[in-house]
């Protein structure tokens, strides 16, 4: 029972993470907008981003992780693991990719509109 529980505790967290974070960006944002050039107006820093920098990467990892215990499928949680490894990779470079979008972005604004290449 136990295991029960905590399994749909991180599924609850888990999808709320990922749809509240869906709907704090819109479609556009939650879509790869950023790499297309279609910035917010600002980072969004709500709920649920004030809680973790990536909550739709580690939303998905906990309702995974919920999944396998539920289950009880050893596979689940070592596929688990390595969605949660692969996640930590594409953030060493989402984070930095992200931050420069928006840093030039404000450079650009203080130059009076002018755009920086």
């Known amino acids: 029972m136990t295991t029960e529980l905590t399994a749909y505790s991180f599924l609850v967290v888990g999808n ?4 509240s974070s869906m709907w704090a960006l ?13 910035l917010m107006d600002d980072r969004v820093t709500a709920f649920p981003f004030n809680v973790t920098d990536a909550p739709m990467y580690y939303g998905s990892t906990l309702s995974f992780l919920g999944t396998a215990l539920l289950y009880a499928r050893p596979a ?10 692969v996640y ?3 953030l ?4 930095p990719f992200t931050a420069g979008i928006y840093a030039k ?3 650009e604004r203080q130059a009076g509109g002018k755009k920086i290449t």
């Open 26 to 38: 819109g479609l556009t944002g939650t879509y790869l907008g950023d790499y297309f050039g279609i």
């Open 92 to 95: 060493s470079f989402e984070d």
């Open 88 to 90: 930590k990779i594409a």
């Open 16 to 19: 709320v993470l990922v749809l």
């Open 105 to 107: 972005r404000e450079r």
């Open 76 to 85: 689940g949680l070592l596929l688990t693991a390595l969605v949660f490894t």
